[in-house]
């Protein structure tokens, strides 16, 4: 079964919740960000070589038209493969593990995967953010030295900041998945 909700990112632009529903052990969640335009990627390129125009026509040396070309694109490039993230996804699997995965502009995929077993909690947290308070959920994972310890926070959905109700709706699920995992744990 799958579910889409729109909600809206910190800076007020929209996000795309995807839900898909495997089992009631399995879950995966897909946050995805709107594409880029190109109305701004036109807007950028004309600007930086409007710009090496100008130096152009003061130094009349054709070498700053031709590094305004090669410095856009591989600009355009490197934004497209390193910064630029389509959708985010939480896949949540009750007796495996969490995988988190980001899809790039470029189609250059990083995935993470943290098993079960290092799972504490999934918690939303509170950070300041350029003088604003933003909400994020996030990872706590067990501390093998000591059992009632956190050793790491691992945030999700660093690239697309949702607002707090789009996060409290992943993080419902989420408590439901590890309740269901603690059930079945307790239970064997």
């Known amino acids: ?10 800076c007020g632009g929209r996000l795309a ?9 399995c879950l995966e969640f897909s946050l995805s960000c709107p594409r880029i335009t190109l109305r701004s990627l036109t807007a ?10 100008g130096l152009f026509t ?29 959708h985010e996804t939480l896949l949540i699997i009750d007796s495996l593990g969490i995988q988190m995965t ?22 939303i947290n509170e950070a300041i953010y350029m003088q604003k308070v933003i909400y994020y959920l996030c990872i706590l994972l067990k501390d093998p030295v000591e059992p009632h310890g956190i050793s790491q926070v691992v945030p999700l959905f660093q690239s697309a900041k949702p607002r ?5 709706e992943v993080y419902r699920s989420c408590q439901d998945i590890l309740a269901h995992q603690k059930a079945t744990s307790t239970s064997l």
Not at 69 to 86: A, E, N, P, Q, R
Not at 104 to 116: L, N, P, V
């Open 102 to 123: 980001s899809s790039y502009a470029s189609g250059k995929e990083s995935t993470t995967f943290i098993e079960m077993g290092q799972v504490n909690d999934v918690v």
């Open 164 to 168: 707090l109700d789009c996060l409290i």
């Open 17 to 25: 919740l995807q839900r898909r529903f495997y089992s009631p052990s």
């Open 58 to 86: 003061l130094c009349e040396n054709s070498m700053i038209l031709s590094a305004a070309i090669f410095i856009t694109l591989l600009g355009l490039l490197g934004y497209l493969h390193f910064v630029k993230i389509d």
């Open 1 to 10: 079964m799958e579910d889409e909700q729109s909600f809206s990112d910190i």
């Open 44 to 53: 950028v390129t004309c600007t930086v070589w409007l710009a090496a125009y």
